[in-house]
T-cell receptor, first 114, second 115 residues
Framework: AQTVTQSQPEMSVQEAETVTLSCTYD???????LFWYKQPPSRQMILVIR??????QNATENRFSVNFQKAAKSFSLKISDSQLGDAAMYFC???????????FGKGTSLLVTP | KAGVTQTPRYLIKTRGQQVTLSCSPI?????VSWYQQTPGQGLQFLFE???????NKGNFPGRFSGRQFSNSRSEMNVSTLELGDSALYLC??????????????FGPGTRLTVL
């Protein structure tokens, strides 16, 4: 079974600053994929970034980047130059080839202040 | 390309009733997954369909069922509704449902309230 843990229920960042959201996971699979999704107040889940576990290079997507530490089973999300529109609930998720289901963490609520 | 659509967006039912939710995936996507989101349990996987076959099922009672049609559209049904079934039900679609090249794209959800 897989578990995903987000230890920060809430985070706050000032506009233009950088924030890092933490995520750890536990899986027995050798091949798996990790995701960060954003859920704004509209409740629409939006993919932020994905990482293939077999790739050592950290994924980046514009202002969003990850720090993937496979041995430590850690997958943190860094948001640079934070914008008001980044305010949302952020979910870390893990999936595997043994069955296509996303296991989500409990989420981190990100507040962006002017 | 149109995104994942879900209907209805809001639904109010009473205990004991049954409900059917619908999901239309992104054009060309053949895999559809369903998730339940509640404040207490978070996001939980319900089931996944590919080419009209259920390939994976989460830990939910038999009152929760689903199906997929030949055009990849999917429905989920909840019978004998309980208060605890009140939740946001999210549908996600992907091309093939395999992790290697796929990403799940989510619909806006259906908010179900059971009174």
């Amino acid at each position: 079974a897989q578990t995903v843990t987000q230890s920060q229920p809430e985070m706050s960042v000032q506009e233009a600053e950088t924030v890092t959201l933490s995520c750890t996971y536990d899986t027995s699979e050798s091949d798996y994929y990790l995701f960060w999704y954003k859920q704004p107040p509209s409740r629409q889940m939006i993919l932020v970034i994905r990482q293939e576990a077999y790739k050592q290079q950290n994924a980046t997507e514009n202002r969003f980047s990850v720090n993937f530490q496979k041995a430590a089973k850690s997958f943190s999300l860094k948001i640079s130059d934070s914008q008001l529109g980044d305010a949302a609930m952020y979910f870390c998720a893990c999936t595997s080839n043994s069955g296509y289901a996303l296991n989500f963490g409990k989420g981190t609520s990100l507040l962006v202040t002017p | 390309k149109a995104g994942v659509t879900q209907t209805p967006r809001y639904l109010i039912k009473t205990r004991g009733q049954q409900v059917t939710l619908s999901c239309s995936p992104i054009s060309g996507h053949r895999s559809v997954s369903w998730y339940q989101q509640t404040p207490g349990q978070g996001l939980q996987f319900l089931f996944e369909y590919f080419s009209e076959t259920q390939r994976n099922k989460g830990n939910f009672p038999g009152r929760f069922s689903g199906r997929q049609f030949s055009n990849s559209r999917s429905e989920m049904n909840v019978s004998t509704l309980e208060l605890g079934d009140s939740a946001l039900y999210l549908c996600a679609s992907s091309l093939f449902g395999t992790s290697e090249i796929d990403t799940q794209y989510f619909g806006p959800g259906t908010r179900l309230t059971v009174l």
